[in-house]
């Protein structure tokens, strides 16, 4: 297969980057310059270059003036009471996005200030990841399908894409992040499986969403998603690190409080890492140099005692499950696959729990859960590449200018009430398909589709008998025309109005 079927998948959250490459028939990700398979989404500035990854991470202790962490939850917001670190860094308003001014020391002791936006942030976030995807692909375009959040709205989406642009990716889609999560598994799946209720899971650093899919025909509709920024892996780490400096404090009398900022750090840091650690092994040790006074901390730690100190998180983690299995008004035994995504399911605990509350689901974690929704989007770029490569470039851009149903599509019902037949972030090309029902001596049907309480389609099909059996279908096709056709299986006739 020749270099032009080489394409990516991105997945950028707030605390890691992940890009993932199809290639030659093949679907894996890809490692930076230091061999991980992730890369910490941590810019930081000096006089000679701007870093992006781990050594800027190790760096956020030692120059918090210059150094900023994951930002894309502050993506078209202008609220800069939401950055917690303007001890360090100052952060204002500016021309409908948030400005940051980083302060960094010349080579001649010189300090020098830089201004920067969010979207400049997440450009060298991705430029980062375009370095990176060199390695597979040494050409002028570079196609991609990145991955946001399903609550992303249109004009943030395009941000996304302006940004991923400018890092020099060629964008075919901007695709919804659970979407592609559940492409892994379910682009291996036989075409036999019926219309299965799919929950993804994804247990982020600073948050978490529960998304529930349903799959049918080859097409993924989103039934619900909610997202929940109270509950993310910082806050596993967070207990990790309470645990050990109780431990430091009952050999040296030295309390959390006495600590430096720096110190509780390294302790956060060390805490992080025992954390991945206690993914794989039953035991580990937590340890930081010179936490105070010179003193080290070395503290044995079991996974046992890691699950028993953030019980009370993954105790809320089930809640919120339980919580949008009622919002989709399905029970567990309805989920015939949970997909986990996310580096906070990577944990044992979390995995267990999925596991023993739905034991007739297939729980989906042959991928990394950190790698999934990169592999995911990187399989839906092959697909989408492929199309292009037999279809002009006119048909192209007309198929990408939806990528994802901005607003609900509803039909009336009888009592004049609506009903979401494909909901807002459903991924095109999508499609509705179902039975309808004729009351006593009814000799037509009319057919309204509407948005936001508009008028969208209206199809009428009258001389009906009482034999009649009728099937509704509403399709979104790639280039943003609608079709809705009523079909009388009796006769074969059939009604249809196409919207452009």
Not at 63 to 92: M, N, Y
Not at 98 to 127: G, S
Not at 399 to 406: D, G, N, R
Not at 461 to 473: E, H, I, K, Q, V
């Amino acid at each position: 297969m020749s270099k032009h079927r080489t394409c990516f998948g991105i997945s950028f959250g707030n605390t890691s980057l992940c890009i993932a490459v199809q290639k030659d028939g093949k679907t894996d990700v890809v490692a930076n310059d230091s061999g991980e398979r992730t890369t910490p989404a941590v810019v930081n500035f000096s006089q000679n270059e701007i870093c992006v990854g781990a050594l800027s991470k190790n760096r956020l202790l030692r120059q918090p003036r210059a150094t900023i962490p994951g930002v894309k939850r502050f993506l078209g917001s202008t609220d800069a009471s939401l950055w917690d670190l303007s001890a360090h860094i100052p952060c204002e308003a500016h021309e409908g996005s948030l400005r940051f001014t980083v302060t960094y020391e010349k080579d001649d002791d010189e300090l020098c200030e830089r201004k920067v936006t969010t979207e400049e942030l997440i450009t060298y976030q991705l430029k980062k990841l375009h370095d990176i995807a060199q390695n597979q692909r040494n050409d002028d375009s570079y196609p991609c399908v990145i991955s946001v959040p399903t609550s992303f709205s249109e004009e943030l989406r395009k941000v996304v894409k302006t940004c991923a642009e400018n890092a020099g990716f060629d964008v075919l889609r901007v695709i919804n992040e659970p979407s592609a999560a559940a492409l892994v598994y379910l682009n291996r799946k036989e075409p036999t499986i019926e219309s299965p209720h799919i929950l993804v899971y994804r247990l982020g650093g600073e948050s978490s969403d529960v998304t529930i899919l349903k799959y049918n025909g080859g097409i993924q509709q989103i039934i619900c998603s909610e997202r929940m920024i109270s509950t993310g892996g910082q806050q596993w780490t967070v207990e990790c690190a309470k645990y050990a400096a109780e431990e430091f404090k009952r050999k040296t009398k030295v309390s959390w409080d006495e600590l430096s900022q720096r110190s509780k750090g390294k302790v956060l840091a060390a805490a992080e890492e025992a954390k991945h650690v206690l993914s794989t092994m039953e035991s580990c040790v937590c340890s930081a140099e010179s936490i105070h006074e010179g003193l080290d901390m070395n503290v044995q730690l079991t996974r046992a005692r890691f699950e028993k100190s953030a019980q009370n998180h993954l105790l809320r983690a089930k809640q919120n499950i339980l919580d949008v299995l009622g919002t989709a008004q399905i029970t567990r035994d309805q989920v015939n696959m949970v997909v986990l995504s996310g580096g906070g399911c990577r944990m044992v605990s979390i995995q267990n729990m999925i596991a023993s509350e739905f034991p007739s689901a297939e729980i989906c974690k042959r991928i990394a859960p950190d790698e999934a929704v990169a592999v995911g989007s990187a399989i839906e770029a092959d697909i989408l590449y492929s199309r292009q490569v037999a279809c002009d470039e006119k048909h192209l851009k007309r198929a990408i200018k939806l990528p994802t149903l901005s607003k609900n599509i509803d039909i009336q019902l009888r009592d004049g009430s609506a009903e979401t037949i494909l909901a807002k972030g459903t991924a095109t090309p999508c499609k509705f398909e179902g039975p309808i029902l004729l009351g006593d001596d009814e000799a037509s049907v009319k057919i309204l589709l509407l948005q936001e309480g508009l008028p969208l389609a209206k199809v009428v099909m009258a001389d009906l008998n009482d034999n009649s059996d009728l099937t509704l279908s509403v399709e979104v096709l790639e280039d943003c025309t609608l079709r809705c056709q009523c079909v009388d299986k009796t006769t074969n006739r059939i009604e249809s109005i196409i919207v452009e």
